[in-house]
């Protein structure tokens, strides 16, 4: 009986959890202790989480219900379970970036955003699986095994971020916090039928995230409903003095936009260069019938173009892998990491050869080596300088388009999940996965998915890709809390609802 | 790598001879530790001498995760060290990642800037005084600053297990985190060319400048023993009448100014010789050893050294607006070479003595002790003097340290001045005093007291003890009486034993006149 209590729990939005702590209907240890339950159940089959910290877990929970009896007044989300992606340090708690280099990495520090959700009083659960240093589309390149996706334990989650995304789809947590570089928040939200936001570059502090490419790693909130999301941005979001790159104003009202319902006059533009061919049937079907969706809720459609996404790929392939390259050269085993070290009596650069070999993956290794080619003197004008040039332009044709509409839509991933070992062998086609995310990250422009609908062909969720100007995030949150609403009411639910009991696995 | 040892000397040709067929150009790269009290992309302290790796965080330790932000003050002190040197400064200019792997470097990459200084196209102009024994004026060369930029100091290594303190042959490196991070600026000079015999000098000349003008700009306490300003020197010959630059070594390692010259015109004689032999410069780091007076090849450095600069990502452009510059412009000192001239009118020094008191590196102490109340003419005798020879050897093992290294300040030289003009102390005693003060026995008031040093001011004591002298030498009275006035000397000093040396001798004398009722 007490497990279908807590699977009952579990089931709760992020929002009626805080409303029924705040009741005292329930307490945040009855609703932690729910959550690691069904981890304890579920967690060996999904591999959502590397990690789990019940007794940390649990002494927050405590604490909460103790200053909820004495009175005190707390945050909103005060009480409520989240995960945290393992790119995010978490003080004394291992941080691994999903990387066999960083498999025994404790860090001394909290991130900012760990510091945030301290303070809003959030028990962390646990550390999520993730893509080696948030490289992939899948978590297949994680080094402690591939996350499985909830409604079909043979297919990706996607990624990197598919462990936050596996966990809030499965009720292994109501919110999780992922990482977007070039998708990585929106793409396994779209591919797990669930909400994903990757907020203005700069909106939310990187100090403390363990790098991929600074100019384009955003963290950002994961959940099953849009107005979840906003109460983590909501969290998340902020200055922060130890980030240069750290927006210095205000957060977008972002909760307040969640609960929109009307959207009379807003301008929604279809990017020409994001949809149609090449997307699979279901994904365009769902994508096309919530255009019909947003027409009914008072928006008018144009057509926009953004002639210069055609070359955002190969741009970000140039720009990424060249600040990855840099960024992951402190993993030397000098300091801290894996050491290998070699027979008889190495040198220093031999140990750090060694233990790089070690302790990286083929798709790290890959990128570091694109990379280091890509900005090398001879080869840096034609390819990182070049990449630069057409990053200016996307950021330019994300200005046209916002001229003419308000936001921006798209599918947010071409197909649904793909099966496990699909696309391993394919760096190409699994780059590809990404080609409706990357261009707001060239251009630092906000992005969040939420779930369209169910493919017909695999009874998958399909992902529609919202865009905003920057600094304009609370759009998102309006369009998506808005279209969410009308689905849910022309769908018969959300399209979480669909997915079916996960089969517990030995 | 080289087969050259440490010990053996290459192949020179004399100096002169050198200069008979060869035009020297050089370049000094030299970097600053700047003073500032926190480091260059973090919040940790930068003081020196802490016990190793306790100065260090996240950020400066290069954990993962960890982001720099940069120091606004040492920003302003780029800027003001720009304008000091008459540079442009940047509307706009942006950090950029060095990448190479050491142990030394938390990143493996260096935060520095790369094509987009903070200060550029600037100079100096540098006074070069006559050389020893030749009666010629000084003379101003102006060496072109090509840029000034910022970016943060490594990690500190130390080698150990091996006989030389260098990586080869060490068993094992201890790496000293503390200084990683630390705001550097590094100066670049144009190449300089039309020094001719006078390259050295010009070298030597133009750090002493430069670390003049740090000095008064207050941004660095400029210490090269210490490795707060440390020069690299880089040096090429080309046949004279020629224009085509020849290879260019880079020594570094030159630490004090003495270093400096001796280092250029060992390289100069070293190409030369190379060169003569018909054989091609290599293109290298060589090492200065100060003992020998030699340098010895390093690593071999092309052009072709690849540390894939990009703009640094996580940070943003720094944008000085002109109204900050200007601001930064009126808190520029006055120029040392200017302060120089007034100076010397003020103190009426001769032209040689206020050149060596700023060879001597003692102008802005003896400014101070003349601040402190002491006269100039005193405040040059106690530090050009006493102070300056002490200061030759005070060092660890004999070397030299700088004067106010010593533990004695100006306030300590004005006070002992003080008490030699108001009568307490002689000469002799006064020594003895500032013995006690080097000895941290105190200030000299203190010293003086402790150790009952005071001239006996009681008349009725010193007629006493001229009464008995004179009673016991009638030769002397004698011949003093039958005017050989200077036979009065052997008289003072009996008086002066008699006394312990606690009497002041112009006062014996006049008295011993007196009493013997002769006129001196």
């Not at chain 1, 906003?230 to 969640?258: C, F, N, Q, R, Y």
């Not at chain 1, 609370?474 to 009308?486: K, S």
Request: proline share 5%; net charge negative.
């Amino acid at each position: 009986m007490s497990t279908t209590l807590s699977d009952d729990l579990t089931r709760l939005s992020a929002v009626q959890m805080a409303d029924r702590l705040a009741d005292g209907a329930i307490t945040s240890e009855q609703l932690t202790q729910a959550h690691l339950d069904r981890i304890v159940r579920l967690n060996p089959t999904l591999n959502a989480y590397l990690l789990v910290d019940p007794e940390g877990a649990l002494a927050t929970a405590r604490e909460v219900d103790r200053a909820r009896a004495a009175g005190e007044d707390l945050p909103r989300l005060a009480g409520v379970p989240v995960a945290v992606k393992d790119i995010a340090c978490t003080e004394g708690m291992t941080t691994t970036a999903g990387s066999r280099m960083l498999a025994d990495f404790v860090p001394p520090y909290d991130a900012t955003i760990v510091t945030r959700i301290r303070d809003a009083r959030m028990p962390i659960l646990g550390k999520t699986n993730m893509d080696e240093f948030a490289m992939g589309s899948s978590t297949e390149h994680s080094a402690f095994g591939p996350t499985r996706n909830p409604w079909d334990l043979d297919r990706i989650p996607g990624g990197s971020g598919g462990g936050s995304s596996a966990a809030v789809a499965a009720y292994l947590a109501p919110l999780a916090v992922g990482s977007d570089t070039g998708g990585s928040i929106r793409q396994p939200a779209a591919v797990t039928g669930t909400v994903g936001t990757k907020p203005t570059y700069g909106a939310v502090s990187r100090y403390g995230v363990i790098a991929l490419a600074s100019s384009l790693d955003q963290i950002g909130p994961c959940a099953r409903t849009v107005a979840d999301a906003a109460l983590l941005h909501e969290v998340l979001a902020g200055h922060d003095p130890m980030d240069s790159t750290s927006i210095d104003a205000p957060v977008p009202d972002v909760v307040g936009a969640s609960g929109t319902t009307d959207l009379t006059g807003l301008r929604v533009g279809v990017v020409r260069e994001i949809s149609g061919e090449g997307f699979q049937a279901g994904v365009q079907a769902r994508f096309d019938e919530a255009l019909d969706q947003l027409r009914a809720l008072g928006a008018e459609i144009v057509e926009v173009s953004c002639p210069h996404f055609g070359y955002a790929m190969a741009a970000y392939y140039l720009i990424l892998p060249s600040e990855a390259s840099s960024n992951l050269a402190r993993y030397d085993a000098m300091r801290y990491g894996l050491r290998e070290t070699p027979e008889g009596s190495p040198s220093a650069e031999q140990v750090m050869a060694a233990s790089r070999d070690a302790g990286f993956g083929d798709e790290v290794k890959r990128r570091i080596i694109l990379g280091t080619y890509a900005l090398s003197s001879g080869y840096y004008d034609a390819y990182y300088g070049q990449a630069q040039k057409v990053r200016t332009l996307i950021a330019r044709d994300f200005e046209a388009a916002f001229e003419q509409a308000d936001v921006l839509v798209s599918p947010t991933s071409p197909t649904t999940a793909f099966a496990l070992g699909d696309k391993t062998e394919d760096p190409m086609a699994m780059y590809l996965n990404d080609i409706a995310t990357i261009p707001a990250n060239l251009a630092g422009v906000p992005g969040m998915s939420i779930p369209s609908g169910t493919a017909d062909e695999d009874s998958l969720p399909a992902g529609l890709q919202i865009l905003a100007p920057a600094m304009q995030d609370q759009r998102l949150y309006a369009v998506g809390a808005a279209l969410e609403a009308r689905l849910r009411e022309t769908q018969g639910g959300y399209v979480i609802e669909q997915a079916p009991e996960i089969e517990v696995r030995a | 790598m080289s087969t050259q040892t440490a010990a053996g000397a290459e192949k020179t040709v004399p100096f002169e001879e050198a200069m008979s067929r060869y035009e020297p150009v050089i370049g000094l790269e030299v970097h600053v530790e700047l003073g500032t009290r926190t480091k260059m992309f973090c919040g940790c302290a930068t003081g020196f001498g802490a016990d190793p790796n306790t100065q260090t965080c996240p950020v400066c330790l290069g954990l993962p995760g960890a982001l720099p932000v940069v120091n606004a003050t040492a920003v302003e002190s780029a800027i003001r060290i720009g304008l000091a040197l008459n540079c442009e400064i940047a509307d706009w200019c942006r950090f950029a990642r060095k990448n190479y792997f050491y142990p030394d470097m938390p990143k493996n990459f260096q935060t520095s800037q790369y094509d987009e200084p903070i200060a550029f196209e600037g100079y100096l102009d540098v006074e070069v005084p006559p050389r020893e024994g030749l009666d010629e004026e000084p003379f101003v060369f102006r060496v072109e600053i090509e840029r000034a930029h910022m970016e943060e100091d490594t990690g500190k290594s130390t080698h150990v297990g091996g006989a030389t303190g260098r990586i080869h042959g060490a068993s094992h490196s201890l790496v000293d985190y503390n200084r990683a991070g630390i705001p550097l600026i590094e100066i670049v000079t144009k190449p300089l060319t039309g020094a001719g015999e006078r390259a050295p000098e010009v070298a030597k000349a133009y750090v002493g400048a430069l670390r003049d003008l740090l000095r008064a700009l207050d941004v660095s306490d400029v210490k090269m023993e210490q490795g707060s300003l440390r020069c690299d020197a880089n040096v090429s010959l080309m046949p004279t009448g020629s224009e085509r630059f020849g290879t260019r070594t880079e020594t570094k390692n030159v630490n004090s100014l003495r270093s400096v010259e001796r280092a250029v015109r060992y390289e100069m004689t070293r190409h030369a010789a190379v060169l003569d032999a018909g054989a091609t410069i290599l293109q290298e780091t060589r090492h200065w050893h100060e003992d020998t007076g030699i340098t010895t090849s390093g690593r071999p450095k092309s052009d072709a050294d690849d540390y894939r600069y990009f703009p640094e990502p996580d940070l943003v452009p720094v944008a000085p607006s002109r109204e900050d510059v200007e601001r930064l412009r009126a808190t520029l000192p006055e120029n040392p070479a200017q302060r120089r001239r007034r100076l010397q009118e003020e103190w009426g020094y001769t032209d040689l003595e206020m050149r060596d008191v700023v060879n001597a590196g003692a102008a802005e102490v003896i400014e101070e002790t003349v601040a402190a109340g002491a006269s100039a003419a005193a405040a040059r005798k106690w530090w050009m003097g006493e102070l300056a020879r002490r200061a030759k050897t005070a060092g660890e093992g004999g070397a030299s340290v700088e004067l106010l290294d010593l533990g004695v300040s100006p306030a300590h030289v004005a006070e002992l001045d003080g008490l030699v003009t108001s009568g307490r102390l002689n000469d002799s005693m006064a020594r003895q005093t500032l013995e006690g003060v080097l000895a941290g026995e105190g200030t000299p008031t203190e010293v003086a007291d402790a150790r009952g040093l005071e001239l006996v001011q009681d008349d009725g004591a010193l007629q006493a003890a001229v009464d008995e002298v004179i009673a016991a030498n009638p030769d002397v009275v004698e011949k003093i009486r039958g005017g050989k006035v200077q036979a009065v000397g052997a008289l003072i000093g009996q008086v002066m034993k008699t006394m312990r040396g606690q009497a002041d001798a112009g006062k014996a004398r006049q008295l011993i006149l007196d009493t013997l009722g002769v006129e001196g």
